[in-house]
DNA sequence: AAAATAATTTAGTCTTGCCTAAATTATTAT
DNA sequence: ATAATAATTTAGGCAAGACTAAATTATTTT
């Protein structure tokens, strides 16, 4: 039986190793979960020592299978209880995260599947995240950015990158959710933004948007 | 914002306080929640300090008013959640407790009230147990238990008494269930054993069983 | 009303998880 | 290649929550 702290840590360089296939590094995780370095190195040495990650002294941690079967099934716990709120209590999405942050950490395997069963076995979290199955075993696709399309495709939304309740509230407020078509129409010159078309409207979003919305090619 | 033990430390005192109007003992908290009256000790202190109970050496503690209405909000979210886990999830009624302990910490105002209308308002959890309202007050009746009713009376099955996963199962191994309605056929002279009526069977249960089944005469 | 026993508190430790400041190692710039 | 800078680890502490053993207070027995 984990921590809470070590959970976190663990959760914490799984979602690290994905922009990077070197070793995380001692700050990177301090700053994701708000402590400092000198904390994160002694979690590491016990992580280790639980064969949980492999540490080398400078050189970061990298997840063993045993510490990314461990993190994706808290990952899995976090997803679902997300869905549950949306689906079943009406949350909105850009409320759920800090809830879930609690409820990832219940520990009852029978609990987690049938949670599962409850919610119809559901594929993805309101934000567009992957489920882990109940092993642990996720599929990650390679994802494709709005700001990556060119003058006149379209594609599917399917998540986002930052998944900031301010980044969210945002989506919310131009109608743009989950499964809406997107199509580029023009890009401004002086600042990149982009011109797209979404239903019938038509609106115009920053790079910096753009680049936080995951979509798929039509 | 309190830490899980003193919730814990909370609760106790508060089911505690149940069958004695006097201070809560040390040693009661202790067993309880199996800890160390020293360890008790020095967490009555703490919650003495936060104004949650009223704790004078040697002679235990007991909850002021604001203790009283944060242990109950916290019962709340443990009965709601336990109604959640036999309505919604079919668990069985032995198999919840432990999960509601957890769950009882989580921390959402929103989320305790969004669960509870999800849930259609409960007014009692699966064993019985009346839930408190939003503001943590809560109704209780005195309660009558199987083995205060004499021969020829029948009583409605309303909650238990001991609600562990062992008298549960025995429960339920004798299609005794919540809401069905029991009536006192005849009592063995040598034991005080309870002959009773149970829809269309009879059955004979022990004094120490028919002592945990709280009824509402009819 | 003492004496014996039981309950409770205090004193002193331990572990976990966190921190700051200092020392060490790695990386980058010159 | 060396020097400067940045990242990381080590050393030393602190608070929370638990424990054991010893001291103190309450309760029960005689
Ligand atoms: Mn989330
Ligand atoms: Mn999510
Ligand atoms: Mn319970
Ligand atoms: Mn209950």
Redesign the pocket.
Known sequence: M?????E??LKSIFHLSLNSDS?V????I?NN??????????????LSEKSLIV??????AQLTELGRKTALKIIRKHRLWEVFLVEKLDFKWDEVHEIAEQLEHIQSEKLTNKLDKFLNFPTHDPHGDPIPNPAGFIKITPKLKLSDLGIGETGKFVGVKDSSSAFLKYLDKRKISLGCNIKVLHQEEFDQSLHIGLDDTNLTISVKSASNLYITKI
């Open positions: 984990l921590s809470l702290s070590e976190n840590h070793g590094s001692t700050n990177s301090a979960l708000n402590t400092k370095a000198s904390s994160v190195t002694e979690m590491l040495k016990k540490y080398i002294k400078y050189h970061g």
